[in-house]
C-alpha cells in the first residue's frame, strides 16, 4: 500500500519477484532484482518516488509464483509487484502461465508498450512473453529475467506508472485526462519540479513525421535553475596521484602537501663575496678556502678568527663562518705567485652576525604545509616549482575530466576539408571553436568528428564517444526539426536521462542536458546537446558546458563570472 504522510500517500511500494531455479539456490546469482531495486532506487528525486518493499526469490514454480504474488497484492496490498525471470520459451518457464489467472483486468498497453521497446533494442525480444494485469489495488508486470532486458523493460513504462497506479487506487486521473485531450503525444507530467527524475518523452525515434510533437515537451527553464541541474550533476571526480611536473597546470590538490626537506638544506650564501667571523670586523684577512655553490668544492676547514673563504651565492657557509661580505665591498691584498689565487683581501665593512646567510630551513621548515587541497595549479604561481623544491615528487590530484566534441548534421562538412561546398553544405565550424576553446582551457579533448542525421548512425557514435570520455558534448540536432534527432535518441536508444531541453536564453534556447550511469562504479556521465546555431553553441559552452568541467576537476571557483551590463539599442 503507498505509504501515507498527512493524508498524502508519500511513495509508491514495489514488491520484486525473481523467478529462478538457479538464483532460488544462491541468491547471490540473482542480478536482475538488484538492477530492478536500484532502478526504482533513481527515483527517489521524484515527489513520490517508488519504494522497493519487498523482495524475494521464488523457484520456476507455479504454486510459489502465485502464492507469493497473492501475498503481496490480497495481503501486503503494494501497489506494484514486478517478477522477472521465468517469460522465456523454455521448458521451465511458466511466469506467465502462473500469473495471468491471477488477473482481474489485463494492461495490453502497457504488455505492448514493453514489447515494442525491447523490440527496438533486439529481434530476441519476440522470444519474450510478458503479461501485465491487475488484481486489486495492485499492477503486475512479469518481465524477463535478463538484467539488462529487465531494466529497458521496466524504464520503458515508468513514465506512466505513476499515473496507471493512482488511477488503479481509485483518484480521478483529471490531470492525466487533461492533458491527453490536449495533445494525445505529450507527455503527461506537468506538475514536477525542475531537476526532477523525470524524463520529458521526446518524439518517437521511429515514428513518421506526421506524428512528430508540434510543441516542445520540454519545459522552458530559467538560466539559474538549468546552471544548478548541471551542478548536482557535475560531481568531483576520484583523486589520482600524479608526478609533479608541468602537467600539473589546471589541476587541483586532493591533499594538504607537506615540505619534505628543508629549503635551503644548509646554510647558504646570499650573496658572492667572503664568508667571515662578523665579530672580526674590517680588516686584512688570508683567505683560507673556497665554497662554491656545489658540496664538492666546499672548504672542509673550519674558520677560525682572523681567517677568510671565498664563497659564491648559493654555497654552502663553512663551519665557523657567521656572515657574508660581498665582493664589492672588498680589495684584493696579495694574489698568489702564479697570479691565479688570491691570498689576503681586505674587508671594508662591519656586517652584522647572521648577515647575507640563509639559515636551514629559513625558506620553507620540514613538515611546513605548501600547498593545500583544493588550490588550483597555474602556469604563472610557481606552486610546482614550490613542491619541486621541497622534495615531493608525486601529488594527490582530483582527476581531470576528458571530454569529447562532435558535430552533428547532414549538411556539416569537415572544416579541413578541401572540396567545394555544394549547394546546401555548410563548413563545421563549431567543433574548431570548441577545440580551440578546450585547448585553451587545458582540458583534455577528444575529436569525434562529423556525425549524419540518422538516428542509427548517431547512437552508434554517441555510445562509441561515451566510452571514452566523461563530458560529451555535441552540437546541432536539439530543436524541433524532424532531423532534430539528439534528444530522442539519447532517450530512447542510450536510456539516458534528459534533465532540460529547453532554458530561457537567447542564443541557446533549445540547449540539452542529459546524463547516463556510469558502469561499474564510474563515475555519471554528462551529455551536452548545445544547439547547432554556431553563435549558440559558443555561448552555450561558457556558460554550461565550461563551469561542468572545473567542477569535475575539483575547482573552487567552478561557475563563470556574472557581469551586469547596460546595452544600448
Ligand atoms: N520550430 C522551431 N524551430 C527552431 C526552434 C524552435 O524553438 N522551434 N529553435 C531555433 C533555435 S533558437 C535554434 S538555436 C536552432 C537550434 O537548432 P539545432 O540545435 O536543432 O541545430 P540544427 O538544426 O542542426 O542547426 C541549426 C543551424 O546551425 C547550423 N549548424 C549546425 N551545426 C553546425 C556546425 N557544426 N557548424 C556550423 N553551423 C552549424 C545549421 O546548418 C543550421 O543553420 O533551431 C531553431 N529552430
Ligand atoms: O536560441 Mo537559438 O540558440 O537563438 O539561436
Ligand atoms: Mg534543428
Redesign the pocket.
Known sequence: MSSIVQGKPEYYSVGILTVSDTCSRDSTKDRSGPVLKTLFAETSQLKKPFHVVKTKIVKDDTFEIQKSVKDWCDVENLDLVVTTGGTGFGIRDVTPEAVQPLFEKTCSGITYAIIKASLEKTEFAALSRPVCGIRGNTIILTIPGSPKGAKENVQAILNVLPHAIDLVRGESGENVHAQLRVESHECVHHDHKHGDKHQYLSTSLFGPVSQRKRK?PYPMITVAEALNIVAEHSNILSPIKVPVDENLIGMVLAEDVVARQPVPGYRASILDGYAVIANDGPGVYPVIGVSIANTSHLSTNKLQPGQIARITTGGPVPPGATAVVMVEDTTLVRASEDGLQEESVEIHVQVSDGANIREIGSDTSIGTIVARKGELFSAVGGEIGVLASVGVKEVCVYRLPVFGVL???N??ID?KSTSELKYGQ??????P?LLAIAKATGFEVKDFG?VS?DAKELEKRLKEALTQVDVLVS???????E??L?KPTLQQSLGATIHFG?VKM?????TTFATLPGTAGAPEKLIF??????A??TVTFYLFVLPALRKLAGYENWNSPILQAEVDI
Not at 426 to 431: A, G, K, M, P, V
Not at 475 to 481: A, K, L, P, Y
Open positions: 516542445s558535430s552533428t548534421g549538411e556539416v572544416f555548410i563548413f563545421d565550424s563549431n567543433r571553436t562529423i542525421d552540437t546541432g540536432g536539439v530543436s524541433m526539426g532531423l532534430d539528439f529547453r537567447k542564443p541557446g534556447k533549445p546537446g548545445l544547439p547547432g546555431n554556431p549558440s553553441a
